[in-house]
């Protein structure tokens, strides 16, 4: 993840958020159920530039002050590194950087 693609992250969550899909219309209605967790897949990103991980971590910040689990998954080591040395890790769920989307799925049930 770099600087160039760090707005279009941020809008297709807020999409995401407020229609629960990237396909349907921004001029949709707002669905009306409240978010409680955000499972992040993590596998395809092999690097993250300081002005991404700074977009990232006002994305967690806005997520945590409004109480919404940030589950990590699939973090590679350089970028885990990152985030500890930055003190993101302290956004994610447990701390945690979770194997797989099944394993942070079955977290969000259990911790519910």
């Known amino acids: 993840?770099?600087?160039?693609?760090g707005g279009l992250f941020k809008?297709?969550?807020r999409r995401l958020e407020l229609f629960g899909s990237l396909g349907i219309h921004p001029g949709s209605d707002v669905r009306e159920s409240k978010l409680e967790s955000v499972i992040?897949?993590?596998?395809?990103?092999?690097?993250?530039?300081?002005?991404?991980?700074?977009?990232l971590e006002e994305v967690f910040r806005d997520y945590s002050?409004?109480?919404?689990?940030?589950?990590?998954?699939k973090l590679n080591s350089e970028v885990y590194d990152l985030f500890e040395k930055s003190g993101m890790n302290a956004?994610?769920?447990?701390?945690?950087?979770?194997?797989?989307?099944e394993e942070a799925v079955n977290l969000v049930r259990h911790s519910a």
């Open 65 to 73: 002050a409004r109480k919404i689990r940030i589950i990590a998954v």
């Open 1 to 5: 993840m770099y600087y160039a693609n």
């Open 40 to 55: 992040f897949d993590f596998q395809r990103m092999n690097t993250i530039d300081i002005s991404a991980l700074a977009m």
């Open 91 to 101: 956004f994610l769920f447990y701390g945690r950087n979770l194997d797989s989307i």
């Open 11 to 13: 809008e297709r969550l």
